[in-house]
């Protein structure tokens, strides 16, 4: 019932200011299938209120190391799929390869 930006602001946006402090963080997302895990995390281009947590997270962290000064940033992100016990790397080349 609420849109990706109300989810963004009351869940992740708290999660990637600890980021920026250099706090390690995790989103995970669980439920059945079809329950809306990948809408919520990709969301869509067009509408830009219905951006996903992922692409959101990407412009506050970018928009905040841009702000910052006299600082150095490692950013490492990884997007994994876990379905019944096979783990797939959704950001690696074959995203159907599954990982041991």
Do not use: W
């Not at 200011?17 to 963080?25: D, H, I, K, P, T």
């Not at 919520?40 to 996903?52: A, E, L």
């Amino acid at each position: 019932e609420h849109s990706t930006e109300h989810i963004y602001n009351e869940v992740a946006y708290p999660l990637v200011e600890g980021v920026m402090e250099g706090y390690n963080g995790t989103i995970f997302a669980y439920g059945q299938t079809g329950s809306g895990k990948s809408f919520t995390m990709q969301g869509v281009v067009d509408p830009p209120s219905q951006k996903g947590i992922i692409p959101r997270a990407f412009e506050h962290i970018f928009e905040s190391i841009q702000c910052a000064e006299n600082a150095k940033f490692l950013l490492r992100a990884s997007y994994l799929e876990i379905y019944n016990e096979d783990v797939r790397d959704l950001l690696g080349a074959d995203t159907k390869q599954k990982l041991e």
